[in-house]
Antibody, heavy 129, light 107 residues
């Protein structure tokens, strides 16, 4: 059974880079999903998609984050990561990593691709000096 | 960007009653819509995808309908564990976007 776990600093200073890692357990990250994503949730607010990395190597990011975000994959460590630079207080949030892990057929992916069914527990990141 | 609007913001329902949650997209997303349940301090849980397909392990009391711009999540008989916040998400276009959530509370 696939599980995800986020890790990284809980406190980041303004203008610095937020770096988080998501470790996949219970299976190989390469076969876990067709894509790996990050979603965040500011305190008391709703969900915001940060970006996704696809098996093809393509990455897609929320334009609201402009060019500050990078998502990458490290298959040797069974991890994928998020880097968000030049952070401000507005980047304070719980950050979740997530995948679509239950699909094993093209028809399932055709219907569900873009949704996330396996999530990490989330990690709170506070941007403050 | 496709804006997802959920209504109502809060729904007060008695256990055993039916709950109907709405989600509207600012433009057509076809059936590329998911519903999530989130409880305090927990990650979201996928309930539905493709607008009307239940995710694995989701009870049959949850059902989804709609296509295009209007969607509905129905919980046929609310159980105590169903009181939570529910989000819809479109994945037709990037950026992927979520609704602002509907809180289902005990009446």
């Amino acid at each position: 059974q696939l599980q995800l776990q986020e890790s990284g600093p809980g406190l980041v200073k303004p203008s610095e880079t937020l770096s988080l890692t998501c470790t996949v357990s219970g299976g190989s990250i390469s076969s876990s999903s067709n894509y790996w994503g990050w979603i965040r949730q500011p305190p008391g607010k709703g969900l915001e998609w940060v970006g996704s990395l696809y098996y093809s190597g393509s990455t897609y990011y929320n334009s609201s984050l402009k060019s500050r975000v990078t998502i990458s994959l490290d298959t040797s460590k069974n991890q994928f990561s998020l880097k968000l630079n030049s952070v401000t207080a507005a980047d304070t949030a719980v950050y979740y990593c997530a995948i679509l892990g239950h699909c094993s057929s093209a028809s399932c992916y055709a219907l569900a691709s873009g949704a996330f069914d396996i999530w990490g527990q989330g990690t709170m990141v506070i941007v403050s000096s | 960007e496709i804006v997802m609007t959920q209504s109502p913001a809060t729904l007060s329902v008695s256990p055993g009653d039916r709950a109907t949650l709405s989600c509207r997209a600012s433009q057509s997303v076809s059936s590329n819509l998911a519903w999530y349940q989130q409880k305090p301090g927990q990650a979201p849980r996928l309930l539905m995808y493709g607008a009307s397909t239940r995710a694995p392990g989701i009870p049959a009391r949850f059902s989804g309908s709609g296509s295009g711009t209007e969607f509905t999540l129905t919980i046929s008989s609310l159980q105590s564990e169903d009181f939570a916040v529910y989000y819809c998400q479109q994945y037709s276009n990037r950026p992927l976007t979520f609704g602002q959530g509907t809180k289902v509370e005990i009446k």
